[in-house]
């Protein structure tokens, strides 16, 4: 079954240092990848997206991802954390053609320390 | 512009009630999805409506169901409700016929639902 994993449920840093957040996909078909960020108490919202094209894409608030096909991968980062950042992460799979609903990984919640 | 809105933000129920959750969907959007948060079990895709029609559904019990309006509007409905039900149910909207699968789909706020 096509699945997502997040590696670490929490991630700590501290204010300025660099983010890195894991997501692996399992697939043999090249999906489409997401990252949304959930503050609390509050829905998603779309940090960025991978459709087609260049596979380093950025997106709001600094943060970045680059799609490795060879590692199915799609690792966000954030070169300065800022308290701000402090919530929770999603990665997200769709693997189109029909099904455009999204599976997502578990989550990991970014702890940022002054 | 407006986004995705939910109603109501907060509702309790007892085992056995029905609980009706509801979404208005981004002027313009088609597609509104259903997912449930809950404890322990991640985002799980609920249902999927489009032009009005339930065009993919998640592996969830026939007791969830749900509609789609003319004007997009959505409303999920959960019968027979049991304790396991208690989460935080997420609409999320997308334009047009989102069957590429390359859509954003943009997020409501959330109505967390508690059975006691």
Redesign the interface.
């Known amino acids: 079954a096509q699945s997502v994993t997040q590696l670490g449920s929490h991630v700590s840093v501290s204010e300025g240092a660099l983010v890195l957040l894991r997501c692996n996909y399992s697939s043999s078909v090249p ?2 990848l ?1 990252w ?1 960020v959930q503050y609390p ?6 940090l960025l ?1 991978y ?2 094209g260049a596979t380093l894409v950025k997106g709001i608030n600094g943060f970045e991802a680059e799609f490795k096909k060879s590692e199915t991968s799609f690792h966000l980062t954030k070169p300065s954390a800022h308290m701000s950042d402090a919530a929770e992460y ?1 990665c ?1 799979v ?14 990991t919640m970014l702890l940022v320390s002054p | 512009e407006a986004g ?1 809105t939910q109603s109501p933000t907060h509702l309790i129920k007892t085992r056995g009630q029905q609980a009706t959750l509801r979404c208005s969907p981004i002027s313009g959007h088609t ?1 509104v ?1 259903w ?1 449930q948060q809950a404890l322990g079990l ?4 609920l249902l ?1 409506y489009d032009e009005g029609e339930e ?2 559904r ?1 592996n969830f019990p026939p007791r969830f169901s749900g509609r789609q309006f003319p004007n997009y509007s959505s409303e999920l409905n959960v019968n027979a409700l049991e304790l396991e039900d208690s989460a935080l149910y ?1 609409c ?1 909207s ?1 334009p047009l016929s ?13 109505t967390r639902l508690l059975v006691l």
């Open positions: 999906p489409y997401f949304y108490n509050q829905g998603l919202q779309l997206k459709t087609t999603f997200a769709s693997w189109g053609s029909g099904y455009s609903t999204l599976t997502f990984g578990k989550g | 995705v597609s999805y997912y991640g985002l799980q895709f999927w065009r993919n998640g997420l999320a997308g989102g069957t590429s699968g390359r859509e954003t789909q943009y997020f409501g706020p959330g």
